[in-house]
């Protein structure tokens, strides 16, 4: 049961005063509807100084059933002094906000009391429906407060998408969203945006790639006939510690073939997709000495879903042109999800977590690589490669860094 719940509103023996006789007086008055000799009663306990929370929180019942909301607000704000979790006391104090016009209060209060409310479905009748009242008003001033926002935008619930920044800002308001900001796993530079998926607009070499989709296709499809071509992308060192990595260790689910690793062109590898080679050479790969560009075949096997998870450096940004992409898969990043569609690419920031999933029968084939942010300048840049080369001197290549 939740604190302070008791249908009979002040036994006895549970609103325990110290001065027992005066309270049980109080208590009967309130019980037979006596309501003003329940307020003198509680009254004298108070101005003697010998109240405690339940005292003030009859005091406030006696107060409110004489319509005397300013004066029993005052009592259930003393008894929340006392007992602030109690949910009772917080429910009794946004109903009489709410009588008084306060309604902005009102709702911080039916907050406050449904946080506290347990979960389950063996509550007590009186529970349930206090708890579904807490939640009902909660409801309410959200959807009231979000109706008078938009109408001062001058946006519906279904315009408010042509202004995706501003739809975004009022589903984290009102708890729809969550905010996602970049975690990176080993690196993170300071002041850059968070943008999930980049406006394309910014990068206008995007469509000259995807023109190119059928060429890089065609040269994929030879490489899948070798059965032996594709790694685990996420393949153990004896090395390192081990880190089953949610299970995609050594999982051929999620595999790669890399045309570019680690900075280094794999000529094996590349000599077998000329057109895929000569498509990305103009266009702004990030360099890091011994760590990018990576350029690779992303494959999912049916079925497959690789979890939640962050890049390791939020200095250079991840893009995928979908090749081989049947229907029912789908990839996360931050709050937003999207499905792939063949031919049309995308830049994201893989240090926000992400996800994605195959839930076809058929195998999901992407061109993924690395590219420069255009936030960061070139001096930038060379500074964070030297960091890199630092980092290296001291400690020695990482062999298990991935994009």
């Known amino acids: 049961m939740l604190k302070g719940v008791d249908p009979n509103v002040g036994d006895p023996e549970v609103v325990a005063a110290p001065d027992r006789a005066a309270a049980r007086v109080g208590m009967d008055a309130l019980r037979s509807g006596d309501n003003r000799l329940a307020r003198r009663q509680f009254e004298t306990l108070i101005e003697s100084g010998s109240a405690d929370a339940s005292v003030y929180f009859a005091h406030a019942i006696s107060c409110d059933r004489l319509t005397d909301a300013a004066t029993a607000l005052r009592s259930i704000s003393a008894a929340i002094v006392v007992e602030a979790d109690n949910f009772v006391y917080l429910m009794l104090k946004a109903d009489l906000l709410v009588k008084l016009g306060e309604h902005r209060g009102a ?24 708890v579904a009242r807490a939640n009902d008003m909660c409801t309410f001033y959200k959807n ?9 935008l001058a946006l519906t619930s279904a315009s408010a998408h042509t202004m995706p920044r501003i739809a975004e800002s009022l589903d984290l308001l009102f708890g729809r969203a969550e905010a996602y900001v970049q975690r990176p796993r080993y690196f993170l530079f300071p002041g850059l945006a968070a943008i999930r998926f980049f406006d394309r607009a910014g990068f206008a070499w995007l469509s000259a790639l995807e023109a190119e989709t059928d060429a890089i296709t065609a040269e994929l499809i030879n490489v899948m006939a070798d059965d032996a071509a594709f790694r685990p992308y996420v393949e153990g060192n004896p090395n390192r510690p081990v880190n089953a990595q949610n299970g995609m260790l050594n999982n051929p689910e999620w595999s790669a073939f890399y045309l570019v690793k680690q900075g280094k062109v794999v000529a094996q590898n590349a000599s077998r997709c000329p057109n895929t080679m000569q498509a990305l050479s103009s266009l702004p790969l990030t ?4 760590r990018s560009p990576s350029v690779l075949f992303s494959l999912l096997k049916p079925g497959a879903h690789i979890p939640p998870h962050n890049g390791l450096i939020n200095t250079r940004l991840i893009v995928h042109l979908p090749l081989i992409v049947p229907p029912n898969c789908r990839f996360r990043v931050g709050s937003e999800t999207r499905e792939w569609v063949r031919g049309k690419a995308w830049v994201f920031d893989d240090t926000i977590e992400h996800e ?15 590219i420069e942010r255009p936030d960061i300048s070139a001096t930038e840049h060379q500074q964070v490669c030297a960091i890199f080369e630092a980092i290296d001197s001291h400690s020695g290549l990482a062999p298990e860094w991935d994009i």
């Open 356 to 370: 994605a999933w195959n839930d076809s029968n058929e195998t999901r084939v992407i061109l993924l690589f690395e």
């Open 287 to 290: 360099n890091i000495p011994n």
């Open 107 to 130: 709702s911080a209060f039916y907050q406050a009391a449904l946080s506290l409310a347990p979960d389950g479905d063996h509550l007590p009748d009186d529970v349930k429906h206090e």
């Open 144 to 152: 009231e407060l979000e109706q008078l926002i938009l109408a001062k």
